[in-house]
C-alpha cells in the first residue's frame, strides 16, 4: 500500500475565514437553513423521486469503481504519542443543532463534569453529511456553510489544518456519490479542515498501533471489491500483531424485518473474519451511524458498539432498542446494552408532540384538505342539495350508485395496499392487519368530515345555493386538512406504542434538541479513552461576532450558554501487557 502522497494545491470552499468576516447577516454565503419537514408534500415526492433514482443507478453504475482508479493511501497519523480525535455523524440538518455541535468541536477544551477534554487533530464524519438530498445546495447550506462558519481558517495563507475524513451515508448516496466524491475526496479546505482522501472509504495510522478505518457500505448492500483489495493489502503489508481498529461504518436505517443490513453485516463479518484476523488485528470500537441517538453496547472481554448519530439531525427514539445486539445482525446477541441516550423515558414522552403534527406541516394538511374538497365535490354532482343534510345511509348509497363509485373503491382498495406498505416494520399478518385497519380508519375519517361538514353548513345557515356549496366545501377543506393529519398523527402514536414506525413518529418533530458527538483520547501509555458528549438543548439564538480574532466562530451563542455534557463517565480501553 502506498504512503501518502503530497496533495496538490487544495481547493478552499467558498470565503475564507480570515479575510471575509461576515459583519452582518447580508454578508454570509450561506443560508441558515431550518430542521427538513419530511412529511411536506414537495419534500416526500423529491425525496422518493432521488430514493428511486440512486437505485437505478447503484444498481447498475457504483461509483467506487470510478474512485477506484485514482491511487489510494494509507494516511499517516501515528505522531505524536498522544492524540485526540473527534466523531461526529448525521450531522446536515438545520442550522441551530448542526451548528451547535460544530461550535462545541471547535473549541480548544471542553471541561465536562470535571473531565477536560481537547479538540481533536481529526475529525471524522460518520455518514448522512447532507439531508435530505445531497444537492450541492444542500451541502452548502446544511453543512459546508455551518462547519465553515465554526471553524474559519486561523490565517489567509497558512494555518494550523486539522484533518476531516468522512464516509459516507445513504443520504449520501442519492445522487450517486457525486457530491460527496467532489468535496471530500478533492483534496480541498473547509475553514480549518482539510481533506486527504482520495476515496469513500480511508485508513489512518494512529499511534501505538491504533487504527481508524473507515468503510463505505453503500446502501447498506456490499463493500466492493476494490475496498476489500484497499483494506486487504493494509492489513498484509501496514498491520503489525496486535493492531486494534476503530471500526466505522454508515448503516442504512431499517426498512423492516429483512433490511439491507443484513447484506452489511455480512460484509462486516467478512471483513474482521478474512482481512483482519489472518494480519493478527482486532476490532476494538465499531462506531456506527444511521440512528440518530446514541447508545452503547459492550461485549463481555470489553469490545464496544457505539451507535453516535447525534451531529444535528431529527432524533430518533430509544425506548424500544433491545437489550442485546451485535455489530454481527441477528446472528448474535452477544454486546449487552449499558446506555442510551436520550433515557428510554424522556423518548417515550417525546412521541405525543406527533400531535402538533398539523402546526409543523401545513402544506401536508393543505393536500389533504385539497383531496377532502375533490371528493366531497363529486358526492355533491351525485346528492345535489342533499348534502346539506347528509346521514350515514347517505353516503353508504352514494358510495355504490354515484357514477364515480367505482373511482371510490379504486381509490379504497389502492389505500389499503398503500398502508399495508406503509406498515412496514410489521411483518405478516400483522402488517395485513394494520394496513387495513389504517385503511378502515381514513374511510370512517373522510365520512366523519362529510357529516361534520353538511350539518355545520346546515346550521351557518346555508339555503342550498351557491353560497352555501361554498361553506359546505370550505369546512371540508378545514376539518378534512387539519383532521387528516391528526389522523395520521394518532395512527404513528399508537402504532408506536406497539413498537411500530420509530422513524415515522420522530422524523416529523424535527426536534432539534437532544445531540451528542465524541471525542477519542490516545493516551501516551496507549490507552483509548472515549468521551460521549451530550447537548441536552442545543442554540436556539446565535449573534454575529465581527470583532472576534480571525479563528473563532462566527456565530456566539445569543442569550442562555451551551452546557454541554458527559452521557456516561469515560470509556476506558485500556493497553494489555505482553
Known sequence: MA???????????????????????????????????????????????????????????????????????VYDRSEPSEMWVDYVSDLGDGFNSTYTVAYLLAQ???????????????????????????????????????????MPNPSAEVGDKHDLFAIPGSHDWYDGLINFTNIFCRHRELGALRTSQTRSYFAVSLPHGWWLWGIDLQFGDFIDEAQVRYFNDIASDAMQQGDRIILCMAKEVDSGPKSAEVCSDRDVRYLEREVVAPA??????????????????????????????????????????????????????????????PSEKVSKGLRKRVFLLPAYNLPLAAVLGTVHVLLAFLLRLHLQDQYLTLGVADLWHALWETPAAFLLVFLLIGSIGAMVLLAHDAAGLPRLALGVVHSALQVGGLAFVFLVASH??????????????????????????????????????????????????????????????????????????????????????????????????????????????????????KVESG
Do not use: C
Request: aromatic share 10%.
Open 456 to 573: 355545520g353548513a346546515a346550521t351557518l345557515g346555508a339555503d342550498g345555493g351557491v353560497a352555501s356549496l361554498v361553506v359546505f366545501l370550505v369546512l371540508v377543506y378545514l376539518i378534512g386538512g387539519v383532521g387528516g393529519v391528526l389522523g395520521i398523527a394518532a395512527y404513528f402514536w399508537a402504532t408506536n406504542i406497539l413498537g411500530y414506525h420509530g422513524n415515522e413518529v420522530y422524523a416529523p418533530l424535527h426536534h432539534e434538541d437532544l445531540k451528542n458527538f465524541l471525542r477519542l483520547h490516545f493516551d501516551a501509555e496507549g490507552g483509548l479513552t472515549i468521551y460521549p458528549i451530550g447537548i441536552d438543548k442545543v442554540g436556539h439564538h446565535w449573534k454575529l461576532d465581527p470583532d472576534a480574532p480571525a479563528d473563532s466562530p462566527w456565530f456566539v451563542p445569543d442569550g442562555h450558554p451551551l452546557e454541554p455534557h458527559l452521557i456516561e463517565p469515560p470509556i476506558r480501553i
Open 3 to 73: 504512503k501518502e502522497q503530497a496533495p496538490g494545491r487544495p481547493v478552499k470552499f467558498g470565503s475564507d475565514g480570515a479575510l471575509n468576516r461576515p459583519a452582518s447577516e447580508a454578508d454570509l454565503d450561506f443560508v441558515r437553513r431550518p430542521m427538513v419537514r419530511w412529511l411536506d408534500p414537495h419534500q416526500l415526492l423529491d425525496t422518493a423521486g432521488r430514493v428511486l433514482a440512486s437505485g437505478f443507478w447503484s444498481a447498475y453504475t457504483d461509483n467506487r469503481e470510478l474512485q477506484a482508479m485514482v491511487p489510494a493511501s
Open 108 to 150: 480548544p477544551e471542553l471541561e465536562l463534569d470535571g473531565e477536560l477534554t481537547r479538540r481533536g487533530r481529526i475529525l471524522v464524519m460518520g455518514g448522512d453529511q447532507v439531508y435530505p438530498v445531497p444537492k450541492r445546495s444542500e451541502y452548502e447550506n446544511r453543512l459546508l456553510g455551518p462547519y465553515r462558519a465554526a
Open 280 to 341: 493478527g488485528g482486532r476490532i476494538e470500537v465499531f462506531l456506527k451511524s444511521g440512528r440518530h441517538y446514541y447508545s452503547r453496547y459492550e461485549e463481555e472481554d470489553g469490545r464496544q458498539l457505539i451507535t453516535a448519530g447525534g451531529g444535528g439531525a431529527f432524533l430518533h427514539p430509544t425506548h424500544k432498542l433491545p437489550e442485546g445486539t451485535s455489530p454481527h445482525g441477528v446472528v448474535k446477541t452477544n454486546y449487552r446494552k449499558q446506555t442510551v441516550y
